[in-house]
Each structure stands twice: as structure tokens, then as C-alpha cells.
């Protein structure tokens, strides 16, 4: 799925140089998902949706990096319609899909032998005629 838009935050800073330029473990390597269940993120994030189109129907995945200090940041955005095909979703929609994950706190720090590690995380919104109706993972 081709990467089609990025969010950057200026403050944000990798901890783990060996990664920064290579492969990076995901989520999961560290038992690291989010804290709260998909379907209260879910809860969540329509509450904080202020423009519904119902124009907007597919998936939008935002992938990032937690460091080692439990911060997310290195936001990339990937949109796709029901039918698996690349879509472009109006701004103002992503971008508060994007502010609501940039307001998640608490990350997991990933450690491994007793070092911390940066790792990827992402989620997957699932949406219909504008409204999130699920969140993978």
C-alpha cells in the first residue's frame, strides 16, 4: 500500500539509533497494543469526529513509532476504499483521525533484556458513510 501522506511532530525524537535508518520491531514484538480495547477507541474517536461526510467509506491506517520514552511520533497515513484501491479522503478528515491518535497517551515502552527499543505501532480505521465503525488491532 503505497504511503500517502506523513504527519511529522517537531519535538519527537527516535531513541534507538541502531533502527533509525533500518528495520524496526513492531507492536506486538513487545506485548505493546494500546491500553484501552478497539471498540472503546472506537467510542472514542466518534466522539471526536466533528465533519462526518458520508462520502467517506473505506480504510485509513496510520502507522508510527513509539520510542523509548513511550512518545508517538514519524505519523504515515495510507487510504484505501472498500475495494482495496488507493483513495484520497478529504483533509479535514484525516486530519482529525490524525489529531485524535496524536492525543493518545500511556504508550507501552518496548523493551527487550532490559533495553528499551522503538517499535511501530498503527491503527486501522474501519469506515462507513463517515463514521468509524471498527479499529484494528
Not at 517537531?10 to 480495547?37: G, I, R
Not at 466522539?47 to 504515515?76: A, D, H, P
Request: contains cysteine.
Amino acid at each position: 500500500m503505497p504511503l500517502l501522506s506523513t504527519a511529522q511532530q517537531n519535538s519527537y525524537k527516535l531513541c534507538d539509533s541502531v533502527f533509525t535508518n533500518k528495520w524496526k520491531p513492531h507492536y506486538y514484538s513487545f506485548n505493546a497494543k494500546y491500553t484501552l480495547s478497539s471498540e472503546k477507541l472506537t467510542e472514542e474517536v466518534n466522539k471526536t469526529l466533528t465533519y462526518q461526510s458520508s462520502q467517506v467509506n473505506g480504510f485509513i491506517t496510520i502507522r508510527f513509532v513509539v520510542n523509548c520514552k513511550g512518545q508517538s511520533g514519524n505519523f504515515e497515513i495510507y487510504q484505501i476504499d472498500n475495494n482495496y484501491q488507493i483513495a484520497k479522503f478529504e483533509d479535514r478528515y484525516i486530519e482529525q483521525l490524525l489529531n485524535f491518535v496524536k492525543t493518545l497517551e500511556n504508550w507501552k515502552i518496548g523493551t527487550y533484556e532490559s533495553r528499551k527499543f522503538d517499535y511501530y505501532a498503527y491503527f486501522t480505521f474501519k469506515i462507513e458513510h463517515g463514521k468509524v465503525t471498527e479499529i484494528v488491532p
